[in-house]
C-alpha cells in the first residue's frame, strides 16, 4: 500500500533544504526523480549527491515562474522517463524586505518584496500544478503535493506576505484537487503538508541567539507546540511518502500539519 517504487517524481526547489530532503527520502524509496531549481550549482550539486546514493536522477535548471521554462522541462522529462507520477511543489521561502522586525508596522513593508514573496510561494506552486498536473490529466493519474504553513492557521506575526502566499496555496490545492478528480480522473490527487516550526537557514537568526539558545519568539512558539520540542525537516518525508502512496488513495485536498501539535493547541 505505501509502495512507490518505480514511480517518477518532480521536485521544484528540488536544491534547497526542504527540496532535498525530501529528494533525498524520494531516493531511497525507489523513486525516479527530477531536480528542478533555477540556480544551476545547487542543481548540479543535488544530482551529484543524490547519483552517489544509487538512485536515478537527472536535474534541470527552470524557472517556476516561467510556463515556457516549465514546459521545456516536462518535455525533456517525458522524453526520458515517458511519465511524470509525483510533483512537490518545494520552491519558495521568505524575503527579508517582506519580513517585519519587531520595530516596524505593517507600512513599513517593502511593497516590491511583498509581491516577489507572493509570487513567488504562490504562483512558484500554481504555474508548476498546471503544467505537470496536465501531464497526469493526460495519464488519468499523479500525486500534487504543495507546500503550506502554520502561518495559515491563524496570524503569525512579521510574516504578512508568506502568510498571504501560503493561505492562497491551501485554498489552491483544494482547488485544483476537486478540478482534477471532477473533471479528469479520481487517481489524480491533489494535497498539501503544513510543515510546523524546523529551525533552517532562512529563520535562523529569528529563532536562535548567536549562543545557540531560544529567542524570545522560539520560546512562544515552544510554549503552544504541545510536544516542547522544534521538528526535524526529515519528519516531513514520511508525510510526503503517505500522500504519494496507494494508501491515501481516498485523501485529496486535504492540508495536513506536520506541526508537533501546534495548530491544534490554544496554548490554554
Partial sequence: MFEIKGKVAVVT???GVLGGSISTSLVQAGVKVAI???REEQVTNRVVELQALGGEVVGFVTNVLDIESLKETRGKLLKKWGKI???????GGNLPGATLSEQQTIFDMKIEDFERVTDLNLNGTVYPSL???ETMAKQGEGSIITIS???TYSAITRVLGYSVAKTGINIFTQWMAMEMATKFNE???VNAIAPGFFIGDQNRNVLLNPDGSYTERSEKVLARTPMKRFGDIKE?????QFL???AASFITGAILPVDGGFSSFSGV
Fill in 13 to 15: 526547489g528540488g536544491g
Fill in 244 to 246: 504519494c502512496s496507494d
Fill in 85 to 91: 507520477d509525483i510533483l512537490i511543489n518545494a520552491a
Fill in 149 to 151: 504553513s502554520m502561518a
Fill in 36 to 38: 528542478l531549481d533555477i
Fill in 187 to 189: 487517481k489524480i490527487r
Fill in 131 to 133: 503544467v505537470f498536473g
Fill in 236 to 240: 516531513l518525508n514520511g508525510a510526503v
